[in-house]
C-alpha cells in the first residue's frame, strides 16, 4: 500500500512565528487532506488538495503531485495552532484514508 | 448543516463485553468510514460501508464488524474486548467524490 511519512515530526515554536508541515507519498493519489486534530481528538479539515494551492486565512498549502509531496505553511502562529497536524491520502482504487504519523506543533506564548 | 456526530462520547467497558459505537453521516453523503486511533499506533482503516453494504475492510479481526443502515448511519460492534480495543474510534462520511469529514469520536476504555 501507499507510504506517507510527515516532517518533521516535533515542531515547537514561539508565537507569531511561521512554519511548514510536509508530507511526502510513495505513489499517485486522487485525495489529499490535511486535518488538526484539537485536544479532544477531532479532525478538523483544514484542506482538500490533491493538486494546486490553496489558502484559508493564516494557513496555505501546496501540493505536487508529479513529485509526491505535500507542504502546509501555518504563518503568525498562535497559540491555538498547538496540537497534531495530520496528512491523509487516498491512492488507486482505495476509498479509504491512508494516514501519515503527523507532526505535533507546539506554539508557546 | 450539521456535522458528522457519533455517540456515545466515552464508552467504558471490561475484557470479553460487546460494545457499540453508532456515527450519523452529513445529509447526503452515501459512504460511512471507521478509523482507529489506539495509543502509538496512529490512525487506522477500520471499516468502509457504502449504500448499506461494507465496501472494505483494514487490517482488523473479525470481531470488528458493522453495518449501515437505509438512512446511511451506521454502527460499529467490537466483540470479546480486549485491553488494546482501548481507542478514539473515529467515523467519517464523505460524499461520491471529494474529501472526508469526521466525527468528534467516540472514547473506549477497556478495563
Known amino acids: 500500500g501507499i507510504q506517507v511519512e510527515q516532517s518533521p515530526p516535533d515542531l515547537i515554536l514561539q508565537e507569531g512565528a511561521n512554519s511548514t508541515l510536509r508530507c511526502n507519498f510513495s505513489?499517485?493519489?486522487?485525495?489529499l487532506q490535511w486535518f488538526h486534530q484539537n485536544p479532544w481528538g477531532q479532525l478538523i479539515n483544514l484542506f482538500y488538495i490533491p493538486s494546486g494551492t490553496k489558502q484559508n486565512g493564516r494557513l496555505s498549502a501546496t501540493t505536487v503531485a508529479t513529485e509526491r509531496y505535500s507542504l502546509l505553511y501555518i504563518s503568525s502562529s498562535q497559540t491555538t495552532d498547538s496540537g497534531v497536524y495530520f496528512c491523509a491520502v487516498r491512492s488507486g482504487s482505495a476509498r479509504q484514508l491512508t494516514f501519515g504519523s503527523g507532526t505535533q506543533l507546539t506554539v508557546l506564548p | 448543516e450539521a456535522g458528522v456526530t457519533q455517540s456515545p462520547t466515552h464508552l467504558i467497558k471490561t475484557r470479553g463485553q460487546q460494545a457499540t459505537l453508532r456515527c450519523s453521516p452529513i445529509s447526503g453523503h452515501t459512504s460511512v468510514y471507521w478509523y482507529q486511533q489506539a495509543l502509538g499506533l496512529g490512525l487506522q482503516f477500520l471499516l468502509w460501508?457504502?449504500?448499506?453494504?461494507?465496501?472494505n475492510r483494514g487490517n482488523f479481526p473479525p470481531r470488528f464488524s458493522g453495518r449501515q443502515f437505509p438512512n446511511y448511519s451506521s454502527e460499529l460492534n467490537v466483540n470479546a474486548l480486549e485491553l488494546e480495543d482501548s481507542a478514539l474510534y473515529l467515523c467519517?462520511?464523505?460524499?461520491?467524490?471529494?474529501?472526508?469529514?469526521f466525527g468528534p469520536g467516540t472514547r473506549l476504555t477497556v478495563l
Open positions: 505513489d499517485s493519489v486522487n485525495n
Open positions: 467519517a462520511s464523505s460524499p461520491t467524490a471529494g474529501g472526508e469529514f
Open positions: 460501508y457504502d449504500e448499506g453494504e461494507e465496501r
